[in-house]
């Protein structure tokens, strides 16, 4: 089995609220505890090195597998991570599934 990529993506205008500071000091720290038990190696978070409309974060988040990622997102602790969101923006994240070429 190969390993599995996830992009969580947070999509809005530069005034938009995302609160950056809370996102990494706590909410990346929430996601890393919640999903590594069930296979999540490793955790980045992007910014847009410009205001523009589009993107505001981007989240790559890499599992040992994808049994591993649907185990993650379907465990109880998925609930805590969404749960979360709320405390940071009012942005709904979309998930992009990547494949290596």
Do not use: K
Request: glycine share 4%; hydrophobic share 45%; aromatic share 10%.
């Amino acid at each position: 089995m190969s390993e599995a990529v996830l992009f969580v993506i947070y999509r809005g205008a530069s005034d938009d609220r995302f609160d950056r500071e809370y996102y990494s000091a706590h909410h990346l720290p929430l996601v890393r505890g919640a999903f590594a038990p069930h296979g999540l190696v490793s955790l980045a978070a992007f910014y847009p090195a410009q205001d523009n409309p589009g993107t505001i974060a981007l989240c790559e988040c890499r599992f040992a597998d994808a049994s591993s990622m649907e185990r993650a997102f379907g465990s109880p602790e998925a609930s805590a991570v969404m749960a979360d969101i709320p405390r940071f923006t009012d942005l709904q994240p979309s998930r992009l599934r990547a494949i290596s070429l």
